[in-house]
Nanobody, 124 residues
């Protein structure tokens, strides 16, 4: 099993920047696909971004051009840098990890391993 652990959440003003992290202490971290999902109160779970084993990244339209997802294989960590934050970005952010056929943010069902989440609150 994989055990993603998120960190770095908190409160920030609209327009600001915040980075959340996802560490997966797996010996073969390089082979792991990582994705971020988020869920705000009263809203459905929403895919944010996913990064494949080769470093290829896909972003949801709602965060494209504002968020940057990267991975540090040596540190076994994925980083989601969030720029130009908006109040609508407020949510619990969850990291998911697995080795699916398709590394995607579109289908949460592809992932069996999830972190506990980290809260991101954006005030305006």
């Amino acid at each position: 099993e994989l055990y993603p652990v998120e960190s770095g959440g908190g409160s920030v003003q609209a327009g600001g920047t915040m980075t959340v992290s996802c560490k997966v202490d797996e010996w073969d971290f390089r082979s792991v696909c990582l994705a971020w999902f988020r869920q705000a109160p009263g809203k459905a779970r929403e895919g944010v971004a996913a990064i494949d084993t080769d470093g290829s990244v896909k972003y949801a339209d709602s965060v494209k051009d504002r968020f940057t997802l990267s991975r540090d294989n040596g540190g076994k960590t994925a980083y989601l840098q969030m720029n130009s934050l908006k109040s609508e970005d407020t949510a619990m952010y969850y990291c998911a990890a697995d080795r699916p056929f398709s590394c995607t943010y579109r289908d949460a069902g592809q992932y069996s391993y999830w972190g506990q989440g980290t809260q991101v609150s954006v005030s305006q």
